[in-house]
């Protein structure tokens, strides 16, 4: 995967931007970065996308600008020009696809049906957009189509909202998806940055779901954790099951270890649906984890809370 594509693949959700007015895109940009998107694709369905890109990529360095709607040659290269680290077009034109590839820009096409997918992958693509999502039979049509294209990813867009984000994100061949609920037009048009940021920020939080999944006590040997253990269970009436380095207690919410780990006091784990994202959402806000903790599963910060090693888990 390219660095750009991880990158899109890390930020899950690009919002999908029509603006009329390229003073306002600037401002725009800082409500999406400060709500946790760092990405934008700029649509072409306006006359002031091209001088919108020029001012995003040149003022919030951050931001991770792609051109959308892009539908000739000349387009792409005005987009490219401006700036853009990627180039979005509703459908499958193989003469666009390829002008953009030749110029070394990461291209994601629109398709809709197999055969669109099919030509796109002869031109080397390993992720395509769909679209329209929702009207071309959602993610249940894309994990149909997950079973003959075992290499091809999605970036849904159309009809994704916050309501259906999730059905999208948990699937595991879904780089991300676009979408234009937080950046709707009329507010742009009244420049209701602080709402546009909210509703960004809620998106990044039903995409990562994070929520505590359990608490870790730390002992010092299996008899004190399991004695630990028979107080909860005498006491609230709850189960407990026995594990090699660990006792759960009642539905697995209580982790008691069998010798000190990770923290003074123990460990604290919060649930996410998605793992790589939520690591990177964190990083880009300037949080360190212990690399040496982190796997697919897990991953542990470096800093503690009220003695209690924090780290992240996997749904």
Known sequence: MSDVLQRIYEIGIVPVIAIDDAEKA????????????????????????????????????????GAGTVLTKEQADRAIDAG????????????????????????IPGTASPGEME???????SVVKFFPAEQNGGVAKLKALAG???????????GVNEKNLLDYIKFNKIVACGGTWMVKKDLIEAENWDEIERLTRQAVQTMLGLRVDHIGINTENEE?????????TDMFGMKEKVG????????????????MYLGKNGHIAIATHTLPRAIAYFKARGYEFRE????????????????????LVQR
């Not at 004190?224 to 909860?232: D, G, I, V």
């Not at 090699?244 to 010798?259: A, L, Q, R, T």
């Open 26 to 65: 600037v401002p725009l940009a800082k409500a999406l970065v400060r709500g946790g998107l760092p990405a934008a694709e700029v649509t072409f369905r306006t006359a002031a996308a091209e001088d919108a890109i020029r001012r995003i990529v040149a003022e919030v360095p951050e931001m991770l600008v």
């Open 84 to 107: 853009v680290s990627f180039i979005v077009s509703p459908g499958f034109n193989p003469e666009i696809t390829k002008h953009v590839l030749s110029k070394g820009m990461l291209m």
């Open 119 to 125: 030509q796109a992958m002869s031109l080397g693509l």
């Open 148 to 158: 003959p294209y075992t290499t091809l990813r999605w970036m849904p867009t159309g």
């Open 224 to 232: 004190e954790a399991l004695a630990a253990a028979k107080l909860f």
């Open 244 to 259: 090699n380095s660990s006792v759960f207690v009642g539905e697995n919410e209580i982790e008691i270890m069998k010798k």
């Open 292 to 311: 040496e903790t982190v796997t697919d599963k897990a991953a542990y910060f470096k800093d503690e809370i009220a003695g209690f090693a924090l780290h």
